[in-house]
């Protein structure tokens, strides 16, 4: 009998790991957060079997919300089968028995962790943000008295002299990921670490959105259909990412891509970071400029033993 | 005398009704309630049927806002109850043993309001509004016995409504969509909002801004 089994003698976890009480208090937050869009709400977070930094908020989130007929999708950087989504995704096989997908469109709740799925997201879908640090101020002002008078006050000054140091510097506004948002005109919000490339997708999004930081014991949320803008100024208006080659294996335009490093020679190529997309687009007949070819078989197709030598 | 002959003994004494049942099942029964009132909150104007999981409270706890109590107050809730609740001493026990929350008697003290005769209910600014710091500290305040065709419409616009969208609840007092008003003027502070039904719950959150229709 190994230490699994073991474990398993004693009896099951509660559904979804977490206990009752636990529950109902992550549940009372997430109200809290709907019903202030923007504001975190202080939670009583709970040391998880995962260390912090690997999602233990949006674990806590996702637990609390979870039931029976949900279908769950969990990604990390835009794809199914990083470590981080596979050991989470089957922390909630073991403790819920729940169905998992990889599929965007079949999943009724989306664990992420810095991205959006580039499939716009539906009215019956809620999606779960992993999140570092969830206060935008913080590298500004560290004292978190003094950043939560700032969101009282709606003091955001602070926020737009940074943006504006970007500009003084380097001529453009240079942060790229966790690029502050305003909500619904009141709270100043860090988007979690996605790239800016999806702020846009935030802005009025058909599905709720909940952002869970364990370590840090915050929980926000955006409702549905809320306003989101991305802070910039008149003559400097926000902009998205923009790559000059499609996917490399998809050919899609206008998605986020990851680079991948082929060789020690500068070899690279870039494919979409959302690894459902590419599948899905793949599968539909779309290839792109560095996918091999239909008729080429299985990876190392003939020339396997070759390779091997 | 066996146990038995004594609990019979004690209820005769007492002449308390027993204590109607809690969820049946505690761990799915709460988790769909939740969804629904999550959903709610989330996209004001709707209306969520609630799985009050075959509950019967004693009246005038309704069994929808009995499976909402159930689903989100504990021993860190303080609770507030109006006067027909308050007088009811199976509610107060049907709350003390299943959920386990300090039922208090100013509401300004409590993180929830149940209000059972709505019509007559106090100013919705003796509740806690929170604070510009903690604006999350506030009363959440259930309202019970609603139907969702009676009272005047109100419309309905900000985060979670795609456009605009119209409530119809009632009964309410007649001020009640005024201080329902001031109370999202005053953002982040204020008061939520849930109207139980008979099956279905509806919500109104603080950030929703509030246009009443001419009847």
Not at chain 1, 169 to 185: L, S
Not at chain 1, 274 to 279: I, M, Q, R, T
Not at chain 1, 282 to 306: I, K, T, V, W
Not at chain 2, 84 to 104: C, D, Y
Request: aromatic share 8%.
């Amino acid at each position: 009998m190994n230490d699994t089994a073991q474990i398993y003698d004693q009896g099951e976890y509660n559904f979804a790991y977490l206990d009752e009480q636990t529950k109902r208090m992550i549940r009372r937050a997430i109200l809290k957060g709907i019903a202030i869009p923007g504001y975190q709400v202080p939670f009583a977070s709970r040391e998880m079997p995962m260390p912090y930094g690997w999602g233990t908020g949006g674990v806590q989130v996702t637990a609390a919300i979870l039931g029976q007929d949900d279908c769950l999708k969990m990604i990390d950087q835009g794809s199914d089968d990083t470590t981080n989504a596979v050991s989470l995704r089957g922390f909630f096989e073991k403790t819920a028995g729940i169905r998992t997908t990889y599929e965007t469109s079949e999943a009724t709740v989306i664990q992420t962790r810095h991205r959006i799925p580039e499939k716009p997201l539906t009215e019956d879908q809620v999606l779960v943000f992993q999140v570092p640090i969830p206060e935008p101020l913080r590298f500004l002002e560290p004292r978190e008295t003094e950043t939560r008078k700032m969101h009282a006050l709606e003091d955001y000054g602070l926020m737009h002299v940074k943006l504006y140091e970007d500009i003084a510097k380097n001529g453009h506004i240079a942060t790229t990921y966790a690029y502050p948002v305003k909500v619904n005109d009141r709270y100043v919000m860090d988007p979690s670490p996605t790239p800016k490339f999806d702020n846009p997708k935030i802005d009025r999004m058909a599905a709720l959105q909940l952002y869970g930081a364990g370590r840090e014991k915050r929980i926000y949320a955006i409702p549905p259909y809320t306003k989101v803008k991305s802070l910039d100024f008149e003559d400097y208006p926000f902009e998205v990412q923009t790559f000059d080659k499609p996917c490399g294996l998809c050919g899609a335009e206008n998605v986020y891509l990851d680079e991948v490093i082929l060789d020690d020679k500068g070899g690279r190529m870039f494919v979409c970071s959302d690894s459902d997309h590419c599948e899905e687009r793949r599968a539909d007949g779309h290839l792109g400029p560095m996918a091999a070819s239909p008729e080429a078989g299985q990876f190392g197709g003939q020339n396997a033993q070759e390779t091997a030598r | 005398m066996t146990p038995t002959n004594t609990s019979l003994a004690e209820t005769t004494q007492t002449g308390a009704a027993p204590l109607a049942a809690g969820f049946a099942d505690p761990v799915h029964d709460a988790q769909g309630c939740f969804r629904a009132v999550m959903n709610a909150m989330a996209r004001p104007a709707t209306r969520q049927l609630i799985p009050a999981g075959g509950l019967k409270p004693p009246a005038p706890l309704t069994p929808v806002a009995a499976a909402i109590a159930l689903t989100l107050i504990d021993y860190d809730t303080p609770v507030w109850l109006d006067k027909p609740l308050m007088s009811s001493e199976a509610v107060k026990q049907f709350l003390r043993f299943h959920t386990g929350a300090p039922i208090v008697s100013e509401p300004v003290e409590a993180a929830f309001a149940l209000v059972s005769a709505p019509e007559s209910m106090i100013p919705l600014a003796s509740f806690n509004q929170g604070s510009l710091e903690y604006p999350d500290r506030s009363t959440t305040v259930i309202l019970l016995g609603q139907t969702f065709s009676a009272g005047p419409a109100v419309m309905l616009e900000g985060p979670g409504i795609k456009d605009t969208a119209l409530l119809t609840t009632g009964p309410v007092p007649p001020v009640f969509w005024d201080q329902v008003i001031a109370n999202n003027r005053q953002f982040p502070r204020g008061i939520d909002l849930i109207f139980a039904g008979a099956s279905e719950a509806a919500a109104l959150p603080r950030s929703t801004r509030i246009t009443p229709q001419e009847a």
